[in-house]
């Protein structure tokens, strides 16, 4: 589903380099989970996938299905069928909830040479896929993101991704802020994505979020590239001893 | 003195071809008028007032040049609503292309009509609020309005008015020289609702006085037309009595100057003043509004909503004051002025004003200036929202709390089409 190879990446505006050679494959139907102590590059993994700008690739690829991710704007990339849960939802004042999802499934849905869905038949898939997730109508009609709680926004994050319907879905630390409540709320709208044509890479500090999202793979990142992989007992290794051991251990 | 000698000169080359129409009350009220302004003289581009936009080609004795704009990609404004369509052309009224002014319900006559009368209801209005808001700021081009105007409707409104009333500017000669003043009485409990649209003429000066006595409720909605050559001074002067509504919106796109005045005097208690306005201009283009609104009674809300989105070396003026006279406890006003720069060749100069002298008042007032919103952008596109389209939704975002300001939902709806359109064809 998602293969990155040798990605190295630096900020544009000065010469600081942040990925140094990632290798990552992600198969359908997994789950990977990527952990990792404070600036060693998960996030800018993230936006240099998703196509933020400010970032430059110097080498190495990241292809979705076979596609080279890195040539396409970030909204070919989404129609593509890419989704970033971002870790600091943004708020856009003046423009509706609801105006916003449908302008982005239809604008997809377009983008992929299939027709637009009708007023009618969004309006009740938004209320289905929201109400699993504890949205009310109020959160809705706001402007996205506008007045959100924390919690608020990484369930309005989670119901973009249930109404997209994407093959790949990165999720960028989407425990932050979270209660223990709100974050098995999260999970559990997660979970019930989870199928055989579907990956999810799961980026997070902690073990907490995985007891939730069980992760078929977890890797260790540091100083910008993949250091260790193993399965989900490699998470509770670094709940138990930290990142510190692991990565004199790796050097 | 030189310079008011200049002012007067100026003034004398402007009216040297207008002709005074003498007789009845209106003639009357033109020739104060026409004292006020030769005490005046014109405006000139050192007067404080003045500072930002450079009324020069408000002033020669011919309107510049206007090429005529070819607006039949679009539907008029508001054809969806079932209204009474009042038009002129190049400033004068056409009478076979206009409905049948009874459908209003309300009471309509043309100033040249109704102006070589002895007695008019009108009188208590025509000039008297022009000229009530020459002070503190004199405003020259109102007067020479008042003075010299050559067509307009009066309308006085008993009762909740049938329909909407639409007055149609077109444009047609591209050297026309439009005045043209309207006076709307809206008698107390009246409720009334006067659309505006069209480019009028290659020059366009207009004033519209209007009285909402209390508990009257206004609404004017406009849409300065489309003709990028055209060069507009408004004016708006109303007085409002208590417990009355005044609402007025203005949707500018193009036009090379337009300088939009209003002049609100609050004075009765209990009452509400809104004006917004939305501006877009590509492009060799200035755009100017004008706000005075005085606060002279108890508990009265208002509120001063600009919105303006500008590129290419488009310019955006905002002179705002809201004046709390003695006594007006109780005032909550609100003033906000915000631009939207697409590119780094633009420029919004505001002058956002308050002056209080009433001890217990709520006031706020801002004015910012800005490009879009990157990272808002970049979260729309990861969604799949298209760069342009989601560059639309943000600029359609910047101006809703201005277009938030129009009542009618259709009438809203249509404005915000419109805005559509523009960024449309003005996406490079």
């Known amino acids: 589903m998602l293969e990155i190879k040798n990605l190295h990446v630096k900020l544009q505006e000065e010469d600081k380099v942040i ?58 990339r989404a129609a593509a069928g890419l989704f970033l849960a971002f870790q600091y939802p943004v708020e856009i004042p003046g423009v509706g909830n609801m105006t916003f999802l449908r302008t982005a499934l239809n604008a997809q849905r377009k983008a992929r040479g299939e027709e637009e869905m009708s007023a009618g038949d969004f309006l009740k898939l938004v209320r289905e896929k929201a109400r699993s997730l504890k949205i009310d109508a109020d959160m809705l009609k706001r402007p996205v993101n506008v007045g959100f709680s924390g919690g608020e926004k990484k369930r309005n994050e989670i119901l973009q991704m249930a109404i997209l319907e994407p093959k790949m879905c990165i999720l960028d630390e989407t425990d932050s802020g979270l209660d223990v409540d709100a974050m098995k709320l999260v999970a559990d709208g997660v979970n019930a994505l989870r199928d055989a044509g579907r990956a999810f890479l799961v980026i997070t500090h902690y073990q907490r979020l995985l007891d939730h999202i069980r992760p078929d793979v977890v890797h260790i990142m540091a100083g910008g590239r993949i250091v260790k992989t193993g399965g989900p007992d490699l998470a509770l290794e670094v709940e138990t001893n930290g990142y510190a051991d692991l990565l004199a251990e790796v050097k | 003195m030189a310079i008011l000698q200049a002012k007067q000169d100026a003034l004398a080359a402007r009216i040297a071809g207008l002709t005074l129409v003498a007789g009845g009350w209106a003639g009357a009220a033109r020739r104060e008028a026409l004292d006020r302004l030769t005490a005046m003289g014109l405006p000139a581009k050192r007067d404080e007032y003045w500072r930002y936009t450079d009324p020069s080609a ?23 609503i079932d209204r009474v369509k009042l038009v002129f052309v190049d400033g004068v009224f056409d009478a076979a292309a206009s409905d049948d002014p009874a459908l209003a319900g309300v009471e309509i006559e043309r100033l040249a009509d109704a102006g070589g009368k002895d007695i008019h209801w009108a009188q208590g209005l025509y000039g008297v609020l022009e000229a009530r ?10 007067a020479l309005n008042t003075a010299f105007a050559t067509d307009g409707v009066l309308i006085r409104a008993t009762g909740q008015a049938a329909k909407p009333i639409a007055l149609i500017y077109r444009h047609i000669s591209e050297t026309s020289d439009a005045l043209l003043h309207h006076c709307v009485k809206l008698e107390p409990g009246a409720e009334l609702t006067v659309l505006e649209s069209g480019p009028a003429a290659a020059r366009f000066n207009k004033v519209l006085e209007v009285e909402v006595a209390d508990g009257a409720r206004f609404h004017h909605i406009r849409a300065q037309g489309r003709d990028h050559d055209r060069r507009a ?75 303006k989105v500008l590129k290419h070396g488009a310019t955006g003026v905002f002179q705002g004051k809201i004046l709390v006279k003695q006594g007006a406890q109780k005032t909550d006003g609100y003033q906000i002025s915000q631009s939207l720069l697409l590119d780094e060749d633009s420029q919004f100069l505001a002058k956002p004003e308050l002056e209080i002298y009433a001890d217990d008042v709520k006031c706020s007032h801002g004015s910012t200036s800005g490009a879009i919103d990157e990272t808002a952008l970049f979260y729309l596109r990861s969604r799949g929202v298209p760069k342009r389209i989601a560059q639309s939704l943000l600029v359609l975002a910047f101006l809703a709390e201005a277009i938030g300001e129009i009542a009618d939902e259709a009438i809203a709806e249509d404005i915000r089409a419109r805005l559509e359109g523009w960024l449309h064809r003005h996406e490079s």
């Open chain 1, 19 to 76: 990925l140094r050679g990632v290798d990552l494959s992600v198969e359908a139907g997994e789950v990977h989970a990527i952990m990792g102590p404070n600036g060693s590059g998960k996030s800018t993994l993230s936006y240099v996938l998703a196509g933020r700008e400010g970032y430059e690739v110097t080498e190495g690829s990241a292809r979705l299905a076979g596609e080279e991710l890195l040539e396409m704007e970030p909204e070919a």
């Open chain 2, 58 to 80: 408000l002033i020669t004795p011919e309107a510049p040049r206007a090429a005529v704009f070819d607006d039949s990609d679009e539907a008029p404004p508001f054809d969806m």
């Open chain 2, 133 to 142: 808001g020459q002070n503190p700021v004199e405003r020259p081009l109102a």
């Open chain 2, 233 to 307: 001074v408004t004016h708006i002067f109303a007085r409002i009595g208590a417990d009355a509504l005044f609402k007025s919106f203005t949707l500018t796109a193009n036009g090379r100057l337009t300088r939009n005045e209003t002049v609100i005097e609050l004075l009765g208690d209990d009452s509400v003043a809104h004006v917004a306005g939305a501006s877009m201009g590509d492009g060799d283009f200035l755009h100017d509004d004008t706000v005075f609104i005085t606060h002279a009674a108890e508990r009265c809300e208002s509120r001063q909503v600009f919105k």
